[in-house]
């Protein structure tokens, strides 16, 4: 079955940078979709960048573009978030989520989900 492990929160200044790990099994990069989820306090959960290798697009929320970095190593079935120029507004509890849908990934509602994670991002 589909188990996924993440991990790589903690406590960043703003403008800082954290990488998350997801350490995902059971399923084939090559036909599920994988991706980073988030949810704040009082706010609803958002996509924050999603792959599908089997068609080969990627996907990010225009809150993050061009600070986060969604990377894969196929060999440790491990997916990351690079997250960079980090800001107060990125705090929230980031899960790790996969999926056997493989089109518009990241744009709805995934099967599988890791526990989260905490990032939080002082000012």
């Known amino acids: 079955e589909v188990q996924i492990v993440?991990?790589?929160g903690?406590?960043?200044e703003a403008g800082g940078s954290l990488r998350l790990s997801c350490v995902a099994s059971g399923f084939s990069f090559d036909e599920y979709s994988i991706g980073w989820f988030r949810q704040a306090p009082g706010k609803e959960r958002e996509g924050v960048s999603c792959v599908s290798h089997r068609i080969g697009e990627t996907y990010y929320a225009a809150s993050v573009k061009g600070r986060f970095t969604i990377s894969s190593d196929r060999a440790k079935n491990t997916v990351y978030l690079q997250m960079n120029s980090l800001t107060p507004e990125d705090t929230a509890v980031y899960y790790c989520a996969v999926d056997r849908g493989?089109?518009?990934p990241c744009q709805y509602e995934y099967e599988y989900w890791g526990r989260g994670t905490q990032v939080t991002v002082s000012s």
């Open 6 to 8: 993440q991990s790589g």
């Open 10 to 12: 903690g406590l960043v």
């Open 102 to 104: 493989t089109y518009y």
